[in-house]
């Protein structure tokens, strides 16, 4: 039985990829995220992200009269890092929402645990908030890995909203099996590829080593004919210097974190897969929070999750275009529509075999990857400042329980 379903699902791999093309822009007269080309038009297609981190907006009342709580928030990221200075604003707004009543404590570059140890610190009362990607505990997720299939999404802001919509029926369980609740989760802008190799056609590619992580990164480059690297981040700069890779995945505003513009002569506007970011949030000081400061910290993170997908991921991702790569020489490089097609077609397989395997082990990846489309397309033909109006409006319930 499971061989029969396997191969049905393999069979339509042309279909697969088709419905797989992130939606195009909407027609509607909507500035939506995938028609931004330029950071201007990001800039004022995001106004309303703006407004609310600058503490611009109205701000929830609050009844809680008692004392100040303390929220202690760990990152393995330095003050100064671009998206670590949207997240001190988006903390500072959290105090204001909370009229005072939370008050944070930050503890930059690892000097509360090690990077790798989120989930632990925020089970063990270490930390309140702080990273917990989904990468450090791989083999703990099966459906949350639906997220990072290849050529699904388009922008960060709508990939955003398609993860918090689909997040209480498909991914809570086994998020909250690791002894946390999910603080925020949010998906990155597609990965494209800087180096020293251009990626415009399939030969291209052909044994071309590319730096990525995790499975589903690995297994869509190998299906391209490209070879993966497990290289860590902190060391692509020298592994790209030495020729130890050819290209380097990551999202267009990390690469200038690492300066890979200075060892590269190419940046491939390839669009491969997206990753999604959670952050968690100690239980026990969530459930001990009086109700109308749990109603601002929900309400808080799903607000913060698109600030920093539109601020930082899509701002950056035009600004640093003319900015960096081109101000430092480099070719910019974008495949056809025709050759993008052959590669959805190429990378179909690992989708199938995703929803096969799960679907195997009695998980539901077909209704999953149905919702995740329905969603995706639904929110693509939005625009920025609808999406994130309509979080303030109705924020996604279920995301924790209270």
């Not at 393999?10 to 909507?30: C, I, K, N, V």
């Not at 909370?98 to 930050?106: A, T, Y």
């Not at 990525?212 to 480059?221: F, P, V, W, Y």
């Amino acid at each position: 039985m499971q061989n029969s379903f396997k191969t049905a699902l393999l069979a339509g791999s042309a279909a697969m990829a088709l419905t797989l093309a992130a939606a195009p822009a909407s027609a509607d007269g909507h500035n939506v995220g995938s028609a931004i080309t330029n950071y201007d038009d990001a800039v004022a297609a995001s106004s309303l992200a703006e407004q609310w981190i600058k503490g611009e907006l109205h701000n929830p009342e609050v009844t809680y009269d008692g004392p100040v709580i303390s929220f202690r928030y760990a990152t393995y990221l330095p003050a100064v890092a671009g998206v670590e200075k949207l997240n001190t604003q988006a903390l500072e707004q959290l105090e204001r929402e909370s009229n005072g009543k939370i008050k944070v404590q930050s503890f930059h570059s690892q000097s509360l645990h090690p990077q790798r140890e989120g989930f632990t610190a925020a089970r063990d009362g270490i930390a309140d908030f702080t990273a917990c990607f989904m990468i450090y505990e791989p083999t703990s997720f099966n459906m949350l890995h639906g997220m990072t299939l290849p050529f699904i999404f388009d922008d960060s802001s709508a990939a955003t909203m398609t993860d918090v919509a689909l997040y209480p029926e498909y991914f809570k369980d086994e998020y909250e099996n690791l002894g946390v609740y999910l603080g925020r989760g949010m998906v990155t802008p597609p990965y494209n590829v800087i180096g020293n190799d251009k990626y415009e056609t399939l030969a291209d590619l052909k044994g071309s080593k590319i730096r990525a992580g995790g499975r589903m990164q690995s297994e869509s480059l190998k299906a391209l004919g490209a070879v993966a690297i497990n290289v860590p981040s902190s060391e692509a700069y020298t592994s790209l210097q030495r020729g130890l890779v050819d290209g380097v995945a990551m999202n267009d505003p990390i690469f200038p974190i690492f300066k890979l513009q200075e060892v590269s002569k190419y940046h491939n506007d390839v669009s491969l897969f997206s990753v999604n970011l959670e952050y968690c949030v100690n239980p026990e000081f969530f459930d001990g929070l009086p109700d109308d400061l749990k109603n601002v910290y929900y309400n808080w993170s799903q607000k913060t999750n698109m600030a920093i997908a539109q601020l930082f991921y899509e701002r950056e991702s035009r600004r640093v275009r003319d900015a960096v790569f081109k101000k430092a020489g480099l070719e910019m490089i974008k495949p056809s529509a025709g050759e993008r097609a052959k590669w959805q077609e190429l990378v179909a397989p690992v989708t199938e075999e995703w929803v096969a395997s799960n679907e195997a082990a009695g998980r539901p990846a077909k209704a999953m990857l149905a919702d995740l489309m329905a969603n995706r397309d639904k929110f693509a033909k939005m625009s920025w400042n609808d999406q994130f109006q309509m979080v303030i409006d109705s924020p996604v319930k279920g995301v924790i329980d209270y």
